[in-house]
């Protein structure tokens, strides 16, 4: 890089860039660069101040780690501070990195673990006598984000941990969002509440910082460790013998571990884990290299932002140049119009792709694509294909400019704009009754085997199927005039249509695609109001009552329970006799213990509202949104507010969550 005019100019310049792209990436999880962009301003940074020392501040980030904690949750202060990893792209740099290590090591024998560098949220879990006390953030590295109950709430992380464990340890590790949930999470929020999750990355960080446990509760985060900070008591000699122990004890560790004992082949291990790392469960971003003998890592230290005996190198993001053929108009059940990009078949990150969202004009305009671009593709999270660059170097001038249709494809009606969303507002359009009948049948709603994308488009070409409700008298004589259906399938389908009809109330709801409600407003909605006639006649103050439900989808429930069309619908649906939730298991009492009372609940709990409703109504008790002279009982979770003041003023009896605990078993 050539010396700038003015580098204290640039320096500043420098600084601000990098504290605004820190903001966004550790405070709003919504990144505007690349990782790769960002480390060249923070190396162009750190070259700049070592070539002028008088530049360099003591606030400059190249000396600090990361974002600051969120002011919404409690300051954590790590027992040790942790560190960052020091970054590089070149395997030159690597052995560059390994050299260092034997000057150091005068002539003693190194050993390297090599490891994937998980990209998700670093997290430091406190274990006292083996029992989980405390969970942080990295926050600035001293001082994180106490965020225990939130993490609490994570399948793969032990709240109590197995063997001997030391009386006061700090685990290490990486809160992830598995891609596989990643994909369907984006599924589900793309339709009605764009714009996707970037990345797990993004997804997982936005997860973890959320003030409601019930919400992180939902999205399924994983963990996984690969370190410790405080130990008390003997700690193993090698890093290989510190991740074992933490797997006896019951935590996750890194799926793939290599070894290296010199440079070459520390560069084939990272260069062999670049090969596999699409198969695993996380999104990775590089290979962690690191020095095995503990004794060692001690003896060489740290620098003042990452230790000396490891390293990170990053991954080249998997991209694919190829031809934009075309971009079409997806018609979704709801109406949006989503532009489509038709590519020219390309391998990317482990399979081949052939079409991409662009999500809306808006993205178009913004990336400037236009028909005939020779564009970049990446997949997000290594699973969600996605234009990231046009090659505006390779256009020949032959190239069109794309324009939203003023009709929709599907029914010529004129669109509508609705936010940044084009949208179709003919409720009986072809193209959205075929993906609402498909939503309908798919795995997360009835689940009704076979009646996928295809079949669906071929029974609405035969007329066979006009709307949800022509699911139910479809009979096996005309079926069988069908391409490609013979008497073994329409049986099959029937029988599976047949299945649907018991399917429980959640599903049903989920798949009538009821604006904003996806499979866990379903499961909420089922859990409390049990029936569809109760839920049909709740106004919109009863449906915010429950937990997980907000303004806008309340609004959106009440009123689409007021469509003479959708009311019909149930009508056919219930005379087609399917379950609206009479038929559901009942959600027995286990005991009655708590027949009689009546709770409300607020504040922050560690698990989800949902579920401890559930407990309640299981022992007998009932479960009311608001505080009255009624309610017998309020259980309060932390930073419970108004309803607390309220219980206490009319002298209800306050139940903490380690006294509901004990009461309910
Ligand atoms: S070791 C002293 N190992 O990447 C720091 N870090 O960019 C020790 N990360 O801060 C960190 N996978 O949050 C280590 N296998 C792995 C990792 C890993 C992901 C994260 C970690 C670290 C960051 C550095």
């Known amino acids: 890089m050539s010396e700038p005019k003015d580098p204290a100019a640039r320096a500043s310049d420098l600084r601000a860039q990098i504290e605004h792209h820190n903001d966004l990436y550790y405070h709003k999880a919504a990144p505007e660069i690349s990782d790769r962009e960002f480390d060249a301003l923070l190396r162009e940074l750190q070259d700049l101040e070592t070539a002028h020392p008088d530049l360099a501040t003591p606030d400059s980030p190249t000396r600090r780690v990361g974002g600051r904690p969120l002011e919404e949750f409690a300051p954590a202060k790590h027992l040790v501070p942790m560190q960052s990893l020091d970054n590089t792209y070149s395997p030159e740099e690597l052995r560059e990195f390994v050299a260092r290590l034997h000057k150091l090591a005068e002539g003693r024998q190194l050993h390297f673990t090599i490891e994937p560098k998980v990209d998700g949220v670093a997290i430091s879990l406190l274990y006292q006598h083996g029992r989980l006390v405390r969970a942080a953030t990295r926050g600035d590295g001293s001082t994180g984000d106490d965020v225990t109950q939130n993490v609490r709430t994570i399948s793969n992380i032990p709240h109590r941990l197995n063997g001997h464990p030391p009386a006061r340890i700090e685990v290490r590790g990486e809160i992830y969002l598995p ?30 910082k ?9 999205r399924k985060l994983a963990a996984v460790f690969y370190g410790s900070g405080a130990w008390e008591g003997d700690q193993p000699t090698t890093g290989h013998g510190l991740l074992e122990s933490l797997e006896q004890w019951g935590l996750p560790i890194p799926e793939k571990i290599l070894e290296a004992a010199d440079a070459e082949s520390v ?14 469960v996380y999104e990775t971003d590089g290979a962690v290299i690191k020095l095995d003998s503990l004794a060692l890592r001690r003896e060489f230290g740290s620098t003042a932002k990452a230790p000396r005996w490891a390293i990170a190198y990053k991954y080249e993001p998997e991209r694919a140049e190829t031809l ?5 108009i997806q018609v979704g059940r709801t109406g949006t119009l989503t532009p489509v990009a038709e590519l020219q078949p390309v391998f990317v990150s482990g399979s081949t792709v052939a079409r991409a969202t662009l999500h809306n004009e808006e993205e178009i305009e913004r990336k400037d694509i236009r028909i005939g671009d020779t564009v970049l593709i990446e997949k997000a999270g290594e699973v969600i294909p996605a234009v990231v660059e046009v090659k505006k170097e390779r256009r020949t001038g032959t190239e069109r400019h794309f324009h939203m249709p003023a009709t929709c ?15 179709c507002t003919n409720p009986t359009c072809p193209a959205q009754v075929r993906r609402r009948i498909e939503h309908f049948a798919s795995k997360q709603a009835m689940d009704i085997e076979g009646l996928g994308e ?10 066979l199927l006009a709307s949800i409700a022509d699911i139910y008298s479809l009979e096996k004589p005309p079926l069988l005039a069908l391409e490609r259906m013979g008497e073994k399938s329409a049986a099959n389908l029937l029988a599976a249509i047949d299945t649907s009809r018991s399917r429980p109330l959640w599903r049903l709801l989920n798949g009538l695609g009821i604006p904003h409600v996806g499979v866990t407003s379903a499961r909420d909605l089922a859990s ?15 449906l915010l009552a429950i937990h997980s439900i907000g303004d806008i ?3 959106a429930i009440h009123s689409w329970f007021q469509s003479p069309q959708n009311l019909a619908l149930l009508e056919s649906l219930h005379t087609a006799g399917l379950n609206f939730g009479e038929r559901d298991e009942p959600a027995a009492p286990a005991d009655n213990r708590l027949t009689g009372t009546i709770w409300v609940l607020t504040g922050t709990l560690s698990i989800s509202r949902e579920e401890a409703s559930d407990i309640i109504r299981r022992l007998g008790g009932k479960v009311t949104g608001s505080v009255s002279k009624k309610t017998t009982h309020l259980l309060a979770g932390d930073e419970a507010g108004s309803k607390l003041d309220k219980a206490k003023d009319l002298g209800i009896p306050v139940i903490t969550e380690e006294e509901f605990r004990s009461l309910a078993g």
Do not use: Y
């Open 324 to 328: 934009l053929l075309d971009i079409t």
């Open 409 to 423: 494809p599907s029914c010529s009606t004129p669109v509508h704009k609705d936010g940044v969303a084009w949208k």
């Open 267 to 280: 560069v084939s291990a990272v260069e062999s884990l670049g090969g596999i790392r699409h198969d695993f």
């Open 553 to 555: 989808m309340a609004q």
């Open 210 to 218: 959320q003030l409601d446990p019930a919400i992180t509760a939902a």
């Open 528 to 542: 409390h109001f049990h029936t569809i006639d109760n839920l049909k006649s709740a106004d919109v103050p009863t």
């Open 454 to 463: 295809a079949l669906v488009n071929q029974l609405v070409d035969a007329s």
């Open 179 to 208: 891609k596989s949930v990643f994909a369907s999470l984006n599924t589900e929020r793309d339709e009605e509440r764009p714009p996707p999750f970037a990345n797990p990355r993004n997804a997982a960080a936005g997860s973890i």
